[in-house]
């Protein structure tokens, strides 16, 4: 504002919240059966990684997992629509943006079992990290990288391609300083960065009411000068109308959005949360989220539109099972890296003169 306006005045600042309702089918005919049937498949395939994964850990084998089960038509939504030159900047929720981002779940099985065939020669586990794919380390340090996904839009930028950026982050970690900073980097300087917070209402076991003093955290985009949107993250369709248009915003130049899905995970915090269930929340409002469970949804809507038959999406989860169970076989019968291995891609050989 200039300074001649605020003279003798007081200014008051608002910030108006609109709604447009969606319409469903024009949206379908918008994307497209095979768009559409490939983001249902990864959400489904999603579902039955998770089911897997906490099956084999009640069968003694290690692997640390943060469940996504009922978040699949946010995350898992979100990184199917990104092209393979782009960034992704995942936290530590679930497999959603690799299985979205187009990894092999043969590699990232193994990689999770750390055996040598995974992502990162299995030194990497559940952190996992893919050049090719333009996949971005998995870090555990909470919000850290949203400022790093700044740095990687501003390379971008940088570079003048039309490669976008997205970062995904919950609640929780919206909270921490390098937030703000990577937010507002992006912002001022216009970079190709999407933003996309999973409000799952739970920070491990605090409720969100508790950690954080606004009840959206979209609205925090008028504090950096950009778009924010709302989303229901149990809703496919309304992901991708959002998430598109955020990725084609970024890809043109005009830079970064801030997108919060609400959403709920339907398991504990980690796959060791004993207390999910009538502990920390109630199976009332449990059971009220899985009412609106994503992949039910998403499919209903595309049977209703003709756009998938109701043996088609029998087979679809036939595949995802049968690709799941040959990642695991793959995963298994795979080596782990070898002692003198271990040290490997940790420096960078190189010589030096002192
Ligand atoms: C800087 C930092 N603080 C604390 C933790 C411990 N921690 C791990 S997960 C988590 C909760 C994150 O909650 P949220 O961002 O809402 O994501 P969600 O687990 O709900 O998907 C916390 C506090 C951490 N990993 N890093
Ligand atoms: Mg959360």
């Known amino acids: 504002m200039k300074y001649e306006d605020i003279v003798g005045n007081i200014i008051s600042i608002e910030s108006n919240i609109s709604k447009t309702s969606l319409d469903y089918k024009k949206n379908i005919n918008k994307f497209g059966k095979e768009k559409l049937i490939r983001i249902l498949e990864n959400m489904i395939i999603n579902r039955f990684f998770d089911e897997e994964i906490n099956q084999l850990i009640k069968e003694g084998i290690p692997i640390a997992q943060h469940p996504t089960t009922g978040q699949e038509g946010s995350q898992t939504v979100a990184f199917s629509l990104l092209k393979k030159g782009d960034y992704a900047v995942p936290n530590h929720r679930g ?3 690799a299985i979205g981002k187009g990894l092999d779940l043969k590699k990232i099985m193994a990689e999770l079992m750390g055996k040598k065939t995974g992502y990162c020669k299995g030194k990497g586990g559940p952190h996992l990290a893919d050049r090719e794919h333009n996949l971005f380390l998995r870090s555990g340090i909470q919000g850290s990288y949203v400022s790093l996904a700044a740095g990687i839009g501003l390379g971008l930028k ?6 976008v950026c997205l970062c995904l982050f919950g609640d929780g970690s919206s909270n921490a300083g390098y937030v703000h900073e990577g937010m507002n980097i992006a912002a001022t300087n216009k970079l190709p960065v999407i933003f996309f917070c999973e409000n799952n209402l739970y920070a491990l076991f605090t409720p969100y009411q508790e950690t954080t003093s606004v009840e959206d955290i979209a609205s925090r985009a008028v ?13 496919a369709l309304a992901v991708i109308e959002v998430a598109s248009n955020a990725i084609d915003r970024a890809r043109q130049g005009l830079g970064p959005t801030l997108i919060e899905s609400k959403t709920y995970r339907y398991l504990g915090h980690t796959a060791y949360d004993k207390f999910y269930l009538g502990g920390y929340r109630t199976e009332e409002e449990v059971e009220k989220w899985k009412k609106r ?11 209703e539109t ?14 995802a099972r049968k690709e799941i169970k040959e990642a695991v076989e793959y995963a298994t019968q ?4 070898e002692p003198e291995e271990y040290l490997e891609q940790v420096y960078e050989k190189k010589e030096v003169s002192i």
């Open 95 to 97: 497999w959603g943006w």
């Open 158 to 163: 940088m570079q003048n391609t039309d490669n």
């Open 223 to 235: 504090g950096y000068g950009i778009p924010g949107y709302i989303v229901d993250g149990m809703d």
């Open 293 to 303: 469970d994503p992949i039910n949804n998403f499919s209903k809507r595309l049977i």
């Open 306 to 319: 003709n756009m998938l038959s109701s043996q088609d999406f029998e087979s679809i989860q036939e595949r």
């Open 334 to 337: 795979s080596n782990y890296p």
